[in-house]
């Protein structure tokens, strides 16, 4: 079977257009893992249950070490409470899964906590952050 010019081109085209949109509908999305969202000096706020808000900020990190840690949490419905730490560690994943990139979970310690008139102090602190 012989093509006209006109045919040859249109065939072209067609193969063309239709291989990008395979690839553009095969080509995911690249997600930055939650470790990485973690940064010194900025506030990064984090899902805290359904309808509230975690907010970190750290003055210092290396690696997984963080210092002058500052965590607010703030849910929907109640007081929001203010967890301060000279110095933690931030792991990739969740309790549940350790692979989760969604998820970190921090480890800090001597903790002072103050949510409303209640102030607490406590050796060990671990929480998970969902972005």
């Known amino acids: ?10 065939k ?3 193969i ?6 395979l690839l553009c509908g095969c080509s995911q999305k690249q997600v930055t893992p939650a470790i990485d969202l973690i940064q010194v000096g900025t506030d990064t706020t984090w ?17 997984s070490s963080l210092e002058g840690i500052r965590l607010v949490i703030k849910p929907s419905r ?3 409470t203010i967890i301060t730490s000279d110095s933690g560690t931030v792991a990739p994943g969740s309790v549940e899964n350790a692979a989760d990139q969604n998820s970190v979970l921090i480890t800090l310690t001597n903790i002072q906590s103050e949510c409303g008139t209640q102030h607490l102090t406590e050796p060990q602190f671990i929480y998970v952050l969902h972005h």
Not at 1 to 10: A, F, G
Not at 47 to 63: I, P, T, Y
């Open 47 to 63: 899902n805290h249950g359904a309808d509230g808000e975690a907010v970190l900020h750290v003055s210092k990190r290396e690696g």
């Open 12 to 14: 072209n085209t067609l």
């Open 1 to 10: 079977m012989r093509y006209t010019v006109r045919e040859s081109i249109m």
């Open 78 to 80: 109640q007081q929001e």
């Open 16 to 21: 063309i257009l239709v291989s990008s949109m």
